[in-house]
Structures are given as C-alpha cells and as structure tokens.
C-alpha cells in the first residue's frame, strides 16, 4: 500500500511562493504517477499537474507559466513548485497515485 503525505502549505501574500511536497512510502516514485490535484472551497477538484514514472510532466493550462512539478528519487517526493501565486490559487491541495489513493491534502491560502 502506498502511502502519500502533503507538506508544505501555509499562508502566503499574492506573488508570493510555496513548494509543496508529496512524500511517498511503500514504492519508489520512479515507478509511480504522482497527479497533484486542488480544491477550492464550494469547488469541484481540479487537476494541477502530474509526473509520470517516466519522468514526462504536465502542468494546466491555468497554470502553466507559474507552477512545476518535478520529483526526486532520493528523496522518494514529488515537489509542486508554485511562484507568483494569487488568490485564486487558494485551495486544499492533493497528490494521488491516480487510482483512488489520496494524500490528506495541504491547505495553501493566497491573501491579496
């Protein structure tokens, strides 16, 4: 079973900047798809980037000029690189393994 904890929200003003992290246990994430996913308050979830265990990433369209994903193996984490933030990035933010297996999320709150 794998196992995946979120780090690394908080609260922070608009253009500010946060790496969110997704620590894995029970696989290595060289093997794995790690998917981030948010949800804002009243929302549905969204996708915000993913990395396959191939190393090919993607990044919504949304965000695409201000988040990354990349991982590293060392330290078997998915990082989600978040710069010039804004409000509407405020969300619970997610990583999964893509079948059915959630992290219990990390709250980023933008303020403006």
């Known amino acids: 079973q794998v196992r995946l904890v979120e780090s690394g929200g908080g609260l922070v003003q608009a253009g500010g900047s946060l790496r969110l992290s997704c620590a894995a246990s029970?696989?290595?994430?060289?093997?794995?798809?790690i998917g981030w996913y948010r949800q804002a308050p009243g929302k549905q979830r969204e996708f915000v980037a993913s990395?396959?265990?191939?190393?090919?990433?993607t990044v919504a369209y949304a965000v695409k000029d201000r988040f990354a994903i990349s991982g590293d193996n060392a330290q078997n984490t998915v990082y989600l690189q978040m710069n010039n933030l804004k409000p509407e990035d405020t969300a619970v933010y997610y990583c999964?393994?893509?079948?059915?297996?959630w992290g219990q999320g990390t709250q980023v709150t933008v303020s403006s």
């Open positions: 990395l396959t265990s191939g190393g090919s990433s």
């Open positions: 999964t393994t893509g079948s059915n297996n």
């Open positions: 029970g696989r290595a994430v060289s093997r794995m798809f």
